[in-house]
C-alpha cells in the first residue's frame, strides 16, 4: 500500500512539473512573442506623432496582466538623453472572463508609475502636437476603464532656472460614457519648503466629439472653484466661479501620517481617496459668473470669450495667443472692465466709466516686447465732477521683463497721452520711459517711473490700494527744466510762456480725482495773452505785451469743482503780479489779479503821465488790482479800489476831489467795460 501511495504521489508530482513546465513554456513563448510585438507600438503612435515611442520591455504575467517597462517618447532626431517623457513601468489588466468567452482583449485597468519629464519640453511637445493629441484621444475605443497615475514628477530646473518639480498623482474612471476623476499637484523647490498641493475632483459625461463636465472643484487652502462646462471640437466652454485669499502665508507641507488601518485601506483601494472640500475662513478676491469660450487651434488659441466679475467688477478678455514651435508666443489681446455696470458705482460720486486696454507683441524668456494702448473712459456730469471725458496712452516700442517676478521692470521708448475735457483736448508726449513695479504685496502695488519730458525730465511714483474697487491711485510727480514752449499740445497757453519749467504734483482718484501742484518757470517772458493785450492798450503801453522775468511760480489745482492757479508771482524788473485764477463748470472764470508797475513803467505812459504828476515823488510803485470774471472766452476785466486810487485822493485837494476822480473815471472807464 505505502508504495502504491510512493507511485501516486510521484505521478502528481510529475505531471506537475510537466503541468508547470508546460505553463513555464507558454509563459516564455508568449512573452518572447509579446517581445516581438512591442515594435507595433511605436507604428501604431506613429499614425499620430512624428515622435518615437519605444517600450524597453513588455511582459505578461498570468492570470491577466501586462507590464511595460521603460516606456519613452521621444524626437526621431534627437539623442536618447533628450527625453520627452519617460514611463518606467506600466501595469495593463485586461478582462479575463471576456477574453475567455470573446477571445478579445479588453483593457479594464491602467496604472502608470513614476511617469518623469521636463515641464519645458513636455509644455512644447503639447502646444507643437495639440491637434495630434486631440485626435489620438478621439479615437480611443468608448469603453469601461479605470486610469491611475501615481509619483508623477515632472522637472522644473529649465523653467524656474534652479532644481525643482512638481509631483502629482491622477484618477480617472469611465463607466457607460460616464467619468469620474480626481487628483493633486503640489511645487517643490529644492530651496524652499514643500508646495501645499492643488487637488482637484470632476465628473462628467463622454460624447462623439468631447466631453461634457457636471462638476469641476479645484481646491486649496487658499482657493476653491467650482466650475462647469463642456469640450467640444476643441472648443472648451466653462461657466463658474472661484474664491481665494490673497493674504495666505505659504508654509512647509508634509503628507499627513497614516497608520496601519488607514495604509491597509490605501493599499486595497489601490488610490487614495478623493480630496474633501476645504474651509476658507478668509476671502478678499471674488471670481463670480465666469462665462468662457476658448478654442484651441493650436498653435493658436483664441480667446472667444472671458468673462467674469471680480469683487463684483465686469471685466472682459478676448484675443489671440500663437505658440509657434522654437518662436517666441505671439500675443494680441484686448482686456475690459465697465464699471458702468455697478449700479452702487455710478449712484455714488464717481465717473469713471470703463477702462480697456490692447497688448500686441511677443513674448520669449519672460521677456514681453511690442506695444499696447490703455484707455479710460469716463462718465460725462453736469456737476460735481471733473470735466474729464477721456484718457489715453498709447506705449509704443514696449518692453516688460518678468525674469524677477514679482518684481517687474518695463521701458517704452514712446508715450502719447491724450486727454479730453469738456472743453478741449490735450496731448503729453513722453520718451524712454522707464519704469520698476512692485506686484509682491496683492492689497498694495508699487511703482516708479522716470521719462525725459520734452528737453527736461519727469520722475515719479504711483501706490495702487487693490483692495477698492476700482484701485485707490495715489501719484507723486517732478518735472525738471522742461522748456515750457514744447509743451503747447499740453495746454495752448505754454505757446505764450518762454522758459525752463520745473515742478511737482500730486494726483489722487478718491474720494475725488483731484491734481494739485506748483510750477516754477525761471527766467523766461510771457507774451501775447489777452490779459496783456488788454493791458498794454490800457496804460498804453507796448512794453507790456511782452514781460519777462527772473522767476515765476504758482501752485495749481485740479478737481470736481474745476481748475486754478494759486499763489502766483511774477516779478520783473518794471513790475511784479500776483493772484489767482480759477475755471469752474461751464467755462466761467473767477480770477483776481494785483500788478504793483513801478513809477518809470507808468510815467511812460501817455495815459498814466498825467496821473502821476498828482501823487508824490517819494512813492516808487503803485499796484493795481483787477477781476476777471465771465466765460473764458469772452472775459470782463474789472478794476478794482487798489492803491493807484488811495494815492490819488490823498494827493488831490477836497473841492478838486469830484472833478478829478471824474477824470480819472473817464480814463479808466476801459476796465470797467
Known amino acids: 500500500m505505502s508504495y502504491l501511495r510512493r507511485s501516486r504521489t510521484k505521478s502528481r508530482l510529475f505531471f506537475v512539473g510537466i503541468a508547470l513546465l508546460a505553463i513555464f513554456g507558454i509563459l516564455i513563448g508568449c512573452n518572447f512573442v509579446f517581445h516581438l510585438q512591442k515594435d507595433k507600438i511605436s507604428l501604431a503612435a506613429a499614425k499620430y506623432f512624428t515622435q518615437k515611442v519605444s517600450v524597453d520591455n513588455l511582459l505578461f504575467l498570468p492570470p491577466n496582466y501586462f507590464f511595460f517597462k521603460n516606456v519613452t517618447l521621444a524626437e526621431n532626431n534627437s539623442p536618447g538623453a533628450n527625453k520627452i517623457l519617460t514611463l518606467p513601468l506600466i501595469m495593463v489588466k485586461f478582462s479575463l472572463s471576456r477574453f475567455l468567452t470573446t477571445g478579445k482583449v479588453i483593457i479594464t485597468d491602467i496604472c502608470v508609475y513614476d511617469p518623469q519629464g521636463e515641464y519645458a519640453v513636455l509644455r512644447d511637445f503639447v502646444k507643437n502636437n495639440f491637434k495630434a493629441i486631440w485626435k489620438f484621444f478621439l479615437d480611443l475605443p468608448r469603453q469601461d476603464i479605470r486610469l491611475m497615475v501615481k509619483g508623477s514628477k515632472i522637472d522644473l530646473a529649465r523653467e524656474n532656472g534652479g532644481p525643482g518639480y512638481v509631483s502629482s498623482y491622477f484618477f480617472l474612471k469611465i463607466k457607460n460614457n460616464g467619468f469620474f476623476g480626481y487628483g493633486s499637484s503640489s511645487r517643490n523647490l529644492q530651496d524652499k519648503f514643500p508646495g501645499i498641493p492643488v487637488e482637484y475632483v470632476f465628473k462628467g459625461n463622454l460624447d462623439k466629439d468631447g466631453a461634457s463636465f457636471d462638476n469641476i472643484e479645484v481646491m486649496r487652502e487658499n482657493l476653491y472653484a467650482k466650475l462647469w462646462g463642456s469640450v467640444h471640437n476643441a472648443v472648451l466652454r466653462l461657466n463658474g466661479f472661484t474664491f481665494l ?41 471674488f471670481i463670480l459668473d465666469l462665462e468662457t469660450q476658448i478654442a484651441f487651434n493650436l498653435p493658436e488659441i483664441v480667446i472667444q470669450r472671458l468673462k467674469f466679475a471680480l469683487n463684483n467688477n465686469p471685466m472682459s478678455l478676448s484675443g489671440k495667443i500663437n505658440f509657434y514651435q522654437d518662436k517666441p508666443i505671439l500675443l494680441d489681446l484686448k482686456y475690459s472692465t465697465s464699471f458702468s455696470q455697478l449700479k452702487n458705482w455710478i449712484a455714488e460720486s464717481n465717473s469713471l466709466k470703463q477702462i480697456d486696454v490692447v497688448l500686441k507683441g511677443a513674448l520669449k524668456d519672460k521677456i514681453f516686447t511690442g506695444s499696447s494702448n490703455i484707455s479710460f473712459d469716463f462718465l460725462k456730469r453736469k456737476t460735481g465732477n471733473l470735466p474729464l471725458e477721456e484718457f489715453t496712452a498709447g506705449l509704443k516700442d514696449l518692453i516688460l521683463s518678468f525674469q524677477n517676478y514679482p518684481q517687474v521692470t518695463a521701458s517704452v521708448r514712446n508715450a502719447d497721452i491724450f486727454c479730453r475735457t469738456d472743453s478741449a483736448d490735450y496731448n503729453v508726449g513722453l520718451q524712454y520711459l522707464g519704469m520698476a513695479i512692485d506686484l509682491k504685496n496683492p492689497k498694495g502695488k508699487f511703482c516708479e517711473f522716470n521719462s525725459r519730458f520734452y528737453d ?5 511714483r504711483v501706490w495702487f490700494d487693490m483692495s477698492q474697487v476700482p484701485p485707490r491711485i495715489t501719484s507723486y510727480l517732478r518735472i525738471r527744466n522742461a522748456t515750457a514752449t514744447k509743451m503747447k499740445n499740453i495746454l495752448e497757453h505754454f505757446s505764450k510762456v518762454h522758459g525752463k519749467l520745473s515742478g511737482q504734483m500730486r494726483f489722487r482718484n478718491f474720494p475725488d480725482l483731484n491734481l494739485k501742484g506748483g510750477l516754477i518757470i525761471q527766467p523766461g517772458y510771457i507774451e501775447n495773452f489777452e490779459f496783456l493785450k488788454w493791458l498794454s492798450g490800457f496804460f498804453n503801453l507796448d512794453s507790456l505785451k511782452k514781460i519777462e522775468f527772473a522767476r515765476a511760480t504758482s501752485n495749481f489745482s485740479v478737481d470736481p469743482e474745476g481748475a486754478g492757479i494759486k499763489d502766483l508771482h511774477l516779478a520783473s524788473s518794471d ?27 507808468l510815467e511812460r505812459s501817455t495815459k498814466f503821465k498825467p496821473l502821476m504828476r498828482l501823487v508824490g515823488k517819494d512813492v ?9 470774471s465771465g466765460n473764458l472766452h469772452q472775459m470782463n476785466f474789472l478794476w478794482l479800489e487798489s492803491d493807484f486810487k488811495h494815492k490819488l485822493r490823498e494827493a488831490i485837494p477836497g473841492f478838486m476831489e469830484r472833478s478829478v476822480e471824474k477824470k480819472i473815471e473817464e480814463s479808466l472807464q476801459p476796465l470797467v467795460q
Open 245 to 285: 485669499n490673497t493674504t495666505f502665508k505659504e508654509y512647509a507641507y508634509y503628507e499627513p501620517f497614516l497608520n496601519l488601518k488607514e495604509r491597509l485601506e490605501n493599499v486595497l483601494r489601490g488610490f487614495p481617496d478623493p480630496p474633501k472640500t476645504v474651509e476658507m475662513p478668509k476671502v478678499d478676491l
Open 620 to 628: 516808487g510803485a503803485l499796484t493795481f488790482e483787477f477781476r476777471l
Open 575 to 601: 513790475l511784479a503780479m500776483s493772484g489767482a485764477f480759477h475755471l469752474g463748470t461751464n467755462n466761467m472764470v473767477a480770477s483776481k489779479l494785483a500788478m504793483t508797475c513801478n513809477r518809470g513803467l
Open 456 to 460: 527736461g525730465r519727469l520722475k515719479g
